[in-house]
Nanobody, 115 residues
Framework: QVQFVESGGGSVQPGESLRLSCAAS????????MRWYLQAPVKEREWLATITPPGTSSAYADSVKGRVTISRDNDKNMVYLQMDNLKPEDTGVYYC????????WGQGTQVTVST
């Protein structure tokens, strides 16, 4: 059974930072690229960041490029998303998954950026 458990979200003010964590299990993490997604209120889930299996390369959506860093630790079965200079538009539920994505998706972790 593939499982993703996201954590680290919270309520912050604009300009603050968060570090999200994703604990993956049920598969060999090093065999897959990993991705983070954001589902904003009343919107569909959108891709934010990708990291290659060995962690040597990454890519980001324009909306977060320059403010976000994705990383991974294959030995610990963990993927991370460091988010800096958060904006209200970053509000929503954050999910991680392998690529190609597997079912079921995790419950996600809520991030709220507001004054």
């Amino acid at each position: 059974q593939v499982q993703f458990v996201e954590s680290g979200g919270g309520s912050v003010q604009p300009g603050e930072s968060l570090r999200l964590s994703c604990a993956a299990s049920g598969f060999t993490l090093s065999d897959f690229a990993m991705r983070w997604y954001l589902q904003a209120p009343v919107k569909e889930r959108e891709w934010l960041a990708t990291i290659t299996p060995p962690g040597t390369s990454s890519a980001y959506a324009d909306s977060v490029k320059g403010r976000v860093t994705i990383s991974r630790d294959n030995d610990k079965n963990m993927v991370y998303l460091q988010m800096d200079n958060l904006k209200p538009e970053d509000t929503g539920v954050y999910y991680c998954n392998r690529f190609p994505p597997a079912q079921p998706w995790g419950q996600g972790t809520q991030v709220t950026v507001s004054t």
